[in-house]
């Protein structure tokens, strides 16, 4: 099993989770199943915007593992941000759960959603179906009703840049946001801006830690050579530096055989690497390896400093 960490409510979240971003649904309730029963996970994220909570619920409930030995997190799409309540109803009947441990804004922006987009909809001009004048505010105060309700244990966000978190959501938040998940890997390590999620006590969570499909990152040749000097894998190597610097990590898989050494080797590898090499590994950016995979159109003003040009 996972080490855990303690969010800023006292609940306690294991450092490493199973992502399901781009699982498809007749893949996924097995990878959880597996990730939960055979390989100790106890820890799976997930969101209504990925289309396949149902299969995810399905892998939960047919793993056998106890409900409260499990940390679940589900997101509220862009388009429900008015809606919170029930869009927390239809993601726990998708999953077939009666709580959640963790639930996110997924995106800080409000999708107009009389929009003519699917889930993840292509924005020709970028900005069509952006609400612009939405008060997120208004959306925190929702998500708070719904921990006093006891529908989730501990709410936060995703994709908020330190602007977006001090203007609109901590100066008017009475229950301040536990974690804030954002894409994070060796690519684009964002140290300035955990350092400031470390001072508000909000603990990053990495999307994309691996470099997501096609990763150049597993051939970086640093992670690479401190991955033969430890006998390790590469995955293990970037997982591992990001759990040594307090990063909660959400590696997604559905091979058997990674999703277990994802776990295995994270935690291993949190505890081999040394301050020499973390210092190598966080300076790997730095060197002029900048990434960022995650772009789409309506993420342009959100004030990530290393969003690309529009
Ligand atoms: P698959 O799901 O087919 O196993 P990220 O977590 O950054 O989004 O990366 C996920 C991608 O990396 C998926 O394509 C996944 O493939 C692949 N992947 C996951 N774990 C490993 C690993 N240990 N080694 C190589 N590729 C991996």
Redesign the pocket.
């Known amino acids: 099993l996972a080490p855990t960490i303690k969010l800023n409510n006292g609940i306690e979240i294991p450092v490493v989770g199973l992502?399901t971003?781009?699982?498809k649904p007749e893949e996924v309730e097995a990878a959880v199943e597996y990730a939960l029963k055979e390989a100790g996970y106890r820890h799976i994220d997930c969101a209504w915007g990925y289309g396949n909570e149902k299969q995810v619920g399905e892998g939960i409930r047919r793993s056998g593992v106890p409900r409260s030995e499990i940390f679940v997190t589900s997101k509220i799409w862009a388009t429900r941000l008015h809606d919170v309540e029930s869009a927390l109803d239809e993601s726990l009947n998708n999953l077939g759960l009666d709580y959640l441990d963790l639930y996110l804004v997924h995106w800080p922006i409000h999708l107009n959603p009389d929009g003519n987009h699917p889930n993840f909809p292509t924005l020709p001009n970028g900005h069509r179906d952006v609400v612009h004048d939405w008060p997120l505010r208004e959306t925190w105060k929702q998500l708070e009703a719904m921990v006093k309700k006891g529908k989730v244990r501990a709410i936060g966000v995703s994709n908020c840049s330190e602007r977006v978190l001090e203007t609109e959501i901590l100066p008017y938040a009475s229950i301040p946001p536990a974690v804030d998940q954002v894409e994070l890997?060796l690519y684009n390590p964002q140290h300035k801006f955990l350092a400031y999620l470390k001072s508000k006590g909000i603990v990053p969570q990495a999307y994309?830690?691996?470099?997501?499909?096609g990763?150049p990152l597993?051939k970086d040749e640093v992670a690479v050579g401190i991955a033969e000097k430890h006998g390790l894998?590469v995955?293990d190597v970037l997982l591992g530096w990001q759990v040594a610097n307090g990063v909660v990590t959400?590696?997604?898989?559905?091979?058997p055989a990674?999703i277990k050494?994802?776990l295995e080797g994270a935690i291993a590898a949190s505890k081999k690497l040394t301050p020499e090499d973390i210092e190598k590994l966080n300076g790997v950016a730095a060197s002029g390896k900048q990434l960022r995979l995650i772009q789409p159109p309506w993420g342009v003003d959100l004030g990530f400093d290393n969003w690309p040009v529009k």
């Open positions: 992502g971003w781009q699982s890997h994309s830690p691996l470099g997501s499909t990763s597993l894998a995955a959400l590696p997604k898989s559905v091979t990674r050494s994802n």
